[in-house]
């Protein structure tokens, strides 16, 4: 079973930073693209950043300049360093990952960790 589990959310004050890591574990083949969405209290949940295989990188503008998105494939790890938090930054930070898993023959499926929580106060 393939799952994705966040750490490093927290509380900090406006100005700082928190680096979030997002770890798949299970029988994995291969990853393709990995991101991080957040939600908001009372909203729908948007995409922050992401990451394909290859390393080419997609933010919101909300956080470009802010926050950077990377990966380390051999430890089937996805960052998100948070620089200049502001109290719009935040919500709930959930990690996505589109895998193939071993016992899937070739097809990807996209994968949702439980999310971590960034309290960021003014």
């Known amino acids: 079973q393939v799952q994705l589990v966040e750490s490093g959310g927290g509380l900090v004050q406006a100005g700082g930073s928190l680096r979030l890591s997002c770890v798949a574990s299970?029988?994995?083949?291969?990853?393709?693209?990995m991101g991080w969405y957040r939600q908001p209290p009372g909203k729908q949940r948007e995409l922050v950043a992401a990451?394909?295989?290859?390393?080419?990188?997609n933010y919101a503008d909300s956080v470009k300049g802010r926050f950077t998105i990377s990966r380390d494939n051999a430890k089937n790890t996805v960052y998100l360093q948070m620089n200049s938090l502001k109290p719009e930054d935040t919500a709930r930070y959930y990690c996505n990952a589109d895998i193939e898993p071993e016992w899937s023959l070739g097809d990807e499926y996209d994968y949702w960790g439980q999310g971590t929580q960034v309290t960021v106060s003014s």
């Open positions: 990451i394909t295989a290859g390393g080419s990188t």
């Open positions: 299970g029988s994995i083949d291969s990853f393709d693209a």
